[in-house]
């Protein structure tokens, strides 16, 4: 199973992005999928979840309201939108998906910044 994440890069406050994280070896269909971030000198810290059973969503209370979770089975793909980015927000963003396993991916960075 790989996750390859992109869609980072640097924005300034208030502005927006979106991440992607693409699946291979494994049907997103049959998978919930988390997107996590670290920033430095901090721990891991989750931001938001997608499940494959009903559909819901979860998000960190730091980021409800501002981004949003999505998935597409027939493109194996999960997007995170970010909108009103604050400096805060700066981390690398990693998505994360259990099959028989953990699997990672390398993450995305995110830099918000004037």
């Known amino acids: 199973v790989q996750l390859v994440e992109s869609g980072g890069g640097l924005v300034q406050p208030g502005g927006s992005l979106r991440l992607s994280c693409v699946i291979s070896?494994?049907?997103?269909?049959?998978?919930?999928v988390g997107w996590f971030r670290r920033a430095p000198g901090k721990e891991r810290e989750g931001v938001s979840c997608?499940?494959?059973?009903?559909?819901?969503?979860v998000y960190a209370d730091s980021v409800k309201g501002r981004f949003t979770i999505s998935r597409d089975n027939a493109k194996n793909t999960v997007y995170l939108q970010m909108n009103s980015l604050k400096p805060e927000d700066t981390a690398l963003y990693t998505c994360y998906m259990y099959t028989n396993r953990e699997n990672w991916g390398q993450g995305t960075q995110v830099t918000v910044s004037s």
């Open positions: 997608t499940s494959n059973s009903d559909d819901g969503t």
């Open positions: 070896g494994a049907d997103l269909y049959y998978y919930s």
